[in-house]
């Protein structure tokens, strides 16, 4: 029986890539020179650390520059309160990755509702479907791509025949 995986993932290495290219431009910026701002990234989240609030809002503009031009959706990232102590200012950007347990309830629902002869079943992190057409898949792929109610970007994996 065909069937494919909906996921959500971040390419960490092209994550990687887009902050080097973003403390890049950091560095090189007139209104960021002798500020000491910087990006860091650890595992699900990326740490911005500069002199002042509206560098911080400036580096946010870099970001989501660098990671769309990257080819990474910026729909999974979750930003934090800046905070300001003492003379700097930090902000934490969560990256999202995985499909939580609402967001698949939210999908499974979603497909069921077409009323379409598939089946969606969660699997941990991603949800799981399964029919008999190859068609079938398709539309539902279709409908999940246009569902705007989706606030992550959603890939489709391991689709087979």
Known sequence: MPSFDVVSEVDAHELTNAIDQMNREI??????????AKITLTDTSMNIEAG?????????????????????????????????????????????????????????????????????????????????KRDDLQQVMAMLKAEESIDMPLQFNNFRD
């Open 52 to 132: 002042s609030e509206f560098q911080i809002q400036q580096i946010e503009d870099i970001i989501y520059n660098k990671l769309a031009k990257r080819g990474i959706d910026t729909r999974c990232l979750e930003k934090g309160k800046i905070e300001e102590r003492g003379k700097r200012a930090y902000q934490v950007i969560t990256v999202r990755q995985g499909v939580d347990k609402d967001l698949s309830r939210k999908i499974v629902k979603l497909i069921k509702d077409q009323k379409m002869k598939v089946q969606a079943a969660v699997q941990g992190d991603q949800v799981r479907v399964t029919g008999k």
């Open 27 to 36: 560095g090189n910026r007139f209104d960021f020179k002798g500020s000491d």
